[in-house]
């Protein structure tokens, strides 16, 4: 079973930065995307951002556009979500997922990469908390 690894979470105030990293099990695991969710309090997990290796197309959610980047470092395969001008309301855990398929079908129709259906690896999550 393949298990990435988050670390680089923490406590901040308001208005730091932090940055996540995402590794995967080794040299040879090349995932064809990778994607960063978090789960909220109370809330269900949700997209965050994903990057695709080979094409380099990256999307992110509305709620972090502007403030966080995702990169990707193909020598380490590593995965970085650089967040800046922290919230209170980006705290969450926050999880790193990625998949080798180019490609995932359910009932006929592509599944998007903002979606957690999309990915069959998975990390434990690292905690990040965000004080006002």
């Known amino acids: 079973q393949v298990q990435l690894g988050e670390s680089g979470g923490g406590l901040v105030q308001a208005g730091d930065s932090l940055r996540l990293s995402c590794a995967g099990p080794?040299?040879?695991?090349?995932?064809?995307?990778t994607g960063w969710f978090r789960r909220r309090p109370g809330r269900e997990r949700e997209f965050v951002a994903f990057?695709?290796?080979?094409?380099?197309?990256?999307r992110y959610s509305d709620s972090v556009k502007g403030r966080f980047t995702i990169s990707r470092d193909a020598a380490e395969n590593t995965v970085y979500l650089q967040m800046n001008s922290l919230k209170p309301e980006d705290t969450a855990v926050y999880y790193c997922a990625a998949d080798g398929r180019t490609g995932v079908f359910r009932l006929g129709r592509r599944v998007d990469s903002d979606s957690e259906a999309r990915y069959t690896y998975w990390g434990q999550g690292t905690q990040v908390t965000v004080s006002s």
């Open positions: 080794g040299r040879a695991f090349n995932p064809f995307v």
């Open positions: 990057i695709r290796s080979g094409s380099g197309v990256i």
